[in-house]
């Protein structure tokens, strides 16, 4: 009796090849784009997110929004306040509160520089993206500064200016 070898796997696709693109990393499971054009971003902090399975889950299928979340020290310990994530639909009863209060994980020194760039007069910390790193969900937080009414019209005025000269350099090497 001969047993069959194993099957060659190095000619066939990886094993997690339909695997989600967020899930996998490659894709941001949120992004915040209102945070640049209302603030400065100064620092930027990684935090793991202490979640529940039904928000991973939500979070997978993209229901994540940071738009009027923030991160606030309270105790000794960094929260993200606001950001919603909606219910799973495939949850029964035991589904999430989609706005409720997340622990964010970080090490006790990055608290405490935290603290002390919020407490800065104008400054706060403003989610900017959500994402998965090696299964685990994270969130990018940053310093941030409030800018003011014309500080974003003149932040306008740059974007446009550069694009402007990206696509008057696309046409001469074009002719």
């Known amino acids: 009796m001969t047993r069959n070898p194993q099957p060659d796997r190095s000619k066939t696709a990886p094993k997690?090849?339909?695997?989600?693109?967020?899930?996998?990393?490659?894709?941001?499971?949120?992004v915040n784009r209102a945070a640049s054009h209302n603030y400065f971003l100064l620092d930027k902090y990684e935090a793991g997110v202490a979640l529940?399975?039904?928000?991973v889950k939500s979070i997978r299928d993209g229901r994540a929004n940071l738009k009027d979340a923030?991160?606030?020290?309270?105790?000794?310990?960094?929260?993200?306040?606001?950001a919603h994530i909606g219910p799973y639909d495939a949850a029964s009863y035991n589904n999430h509160a989609p706005l409720r209060t997340r622990k964010l994980l970080v090490k006790k020194r990055e608290i405490l520089k935290l603290l002390a760039a919020s407490q800065q007069k104008g400054h706060t910390l403003i989610p900017t993206r959500m994402y998965f790193?090696?299964?685990?969900v994270k969130v990018e937080l940053a310093v941030a500064k409030g800018k003011q009414l014309w500080d974003k019209r003149e932040t306008?005025?740059?974007?446009?200016?550069?694009?402007?000269?990206?696509?008057?350099i696309a046409r001469s090497r074009k002719s």
């Open 70 to 82: 923030y991160g606030l020290v309270k105790e000794n310990e960094l929260w993200l306040i606001n």
């Open 156 to 168: 306008d005025r740059r974007k446009t200016a550069d694009r402007d000269a990206r696509e008057a």
């Open 16 to 30: 997690n090849a339909k695997r989600d693109p967020v899930a996998s990393g490659e894709r941001d499971a949120s």
């Open 133 to 136: 790193k090696n299964g685990r």
């Open 52 to 55: 529940r399975g039904t928000e």
